[in-house]
């Protein structure tokens, strides 16, 4: 029984501060930092976009797997990690709208149906032959 209060007041107060201002700033600063990591470190040159012409050239005897990995995290950089913080957005976006609580939907409890006393969750009923409920 405490083990369910603490793992319902954990989830209660982790969706408070998600859904709360704090936990969009955080996000926010997270992303920007990773924003400005990325172009720090292609600006110093420790990442290597392409060669000058603007090809990415692969080194001979390098597999598909190697080759497409060197692309991604080469020449498409940016925009790969473009692409990965749309979809960050876009899966935080459809869980915090999924999760949102409105009064006019019923909620399933789930921690309440996963620590329900089995004993208690049914009662048989002896019916006597020709006679109903």
């Given amino acids: 029984m405490q083990l369910r209060d603490q ?5 209660s107060k982790t969706r408070a501060w998600l859904g709360g201002r704090q936990g ?3 996000l926010a600063l997270v992303l920007l930092g990773e924003l400005v990591l990325g ?3 292609q600006r110093a040159g420790a990442l290597k976009l392409g060669t000058p012409d603007g090809s990415a050239a692969t080194p001979a005897g390098a597999s598909n797997i190697e080759a497409i990995g060197q692309l991604l995290y ?3 950089l940016f925009l790969f990690e473009a ?3 749309i979809l960050l957005v876009a899966m935080i976006g459809a869980i915090l709208l999924t999760l ?3 009064r006019d939907v019923k909620r399933q409890n ?3 149906q996963m620590w329900r006393d089995p004993a208690k969750a049914m009662e048989l009923k002896d019916v006597k032959p020709g006679q109903g409920l």
Avoid: D, N
């Fill in 7 to 11: 793992i319902s007041h954990w989830v």
């Fill in 83 to 85: 692409a990965g913080i």
């Fill in 100 to 102: 949102r609580h409105r």
């Fill in 39 to 41: 172009i720090g470190a």
């Fill in 74 to 76: 080469g020449k498409y």
């Fill in 24 to 26: 969009k700033v955080v």
């Fill in 110 to 112: 789930v921690l309440a």
